[in-house]
């Protein structure tokens, strides 16, 4: 058995007009204030003198790695992305940036927003589109019934609201 892992499949590469703000403002703190910081606090170690027991040296030097690897991935996929800043000609459907209201089996209802893989995290409420439910969820139509299979099982929910405005109300997690 070797080392070969299979490549993990290409996240969507959408991205609402907030999620490329963060992602950009990420970059920008990374780029102009922590790597210029950690790049002195190195230079400063390193004139110490013997880099081999220097402890700030080497965690500096791990830390830039660390820094330039997040900089290369975060131009890399900034560089493909499409900023969705309209909503969809057709509001009866779920599509990307959509907040949807479902509604289970035990009348509990849920609210979600499907959003793009670099921003599901970003708010209680968000959902990647590439996750189940966001795939499930993704060109139905109010009413449809959506079953997402989920670790113990499947689980059937009830499309009740469609909506690409501004969250009327605040999103519930479950």
Same mark, same amino acid.
């Given at each position: 058995?070797?080392?070969?892992?299979?490549?993990? !499949?290409?996240?969507?590469?959408?991205?609402?007009?907030?999620?490329?703000?963060?992602?950009?403002?990420?970059?920008? &703190?990374?780029?102009?204030?922590?790597?210029?910081? *950690?790049?002195?606090? %190195?230079?400063?170690?390193?004139?110490?003198?013997?880099?081999? $027991?220097?402890?700030?040296?080497?965690?500096?030097?791990? #830390?830039?790695? $660390?820094?330039? #690897?997040?900089?290369?991935?975060?131009?890399?996929?900034?560089?493909? +992305? *499409?900023?969705?800043?309209?909503?969809?000609?057709?509001?009866?459907?779920?599509?990307?940036?959509?907040?949807?209201? *479902?509604?289970?089996? @035990?009348?509990? &209802?849920?609210?979600?927003?499907?959003?793009?893989? @670099?921003?599901?995290?970003?708010?209680?409420?968000?959902?990647? +589109?590439?996750? !189940?439910?966001? #795939?499930?969820?993704?060109?139905?139509?109010? @009413?449809?019934? *959506?079953?997402?299979?989920? !670790?113990?099982?499947?689980?059937?929910? %009830?499309?009740?609201?469609? @909506?690409?405005?501004?969250?009327? +109300?605040?999103?519930?997690?479950?």
């Amino acid at each position: 058995m070797g080392r070969f892992r299979a490549p993990a !499949p290409a996240a969507s590469k959408y991205i609402t007009p907030e999620g490329e703000r963060c992602l950009r403002a990420e970059l920008e &703190q990374l780029w102009r204030i922590e790597r210029p910081r *950690v790049t002195q606090a %190195v230079a400063e170690a390193a004139a110490q003198g013997d880099r081999s $027991e220097n402890a700030e040296y080497t965690y500096g030097k791990r #830390r830039l790695r $660390e820094i330039d #690897r997040r900089v290369r991935f975060l131009r890399k996929r900034l560089d493909g +992305m *499409v900023v969705v800043d309209q909503p969809p000609g057709d509001r009866k459907k779920v599509y990307f940036g959509a907040w949807v209201t *479902v509604e289970s089996d @035990d009348g509990a &209802q849920s609210r979600y927003r499907v959003v793009g893989p @670099d921003e599901f995290d970003r708010e209680p409420g968000y959902i990647s +589109m590439d996750s !189940p439910l966001g #795939r499930a969820l993704l060109r139905r139509s109010l @009413d449809d019934e *959506v079953t997402v299979e989920i !670790p113990g099982g499947s689980r059937t929910l %009830v499309i009740i609201e469609i @909506d690409y405005g501004a969250p009327t +109300m605040p999103p519930e997690r479950s």
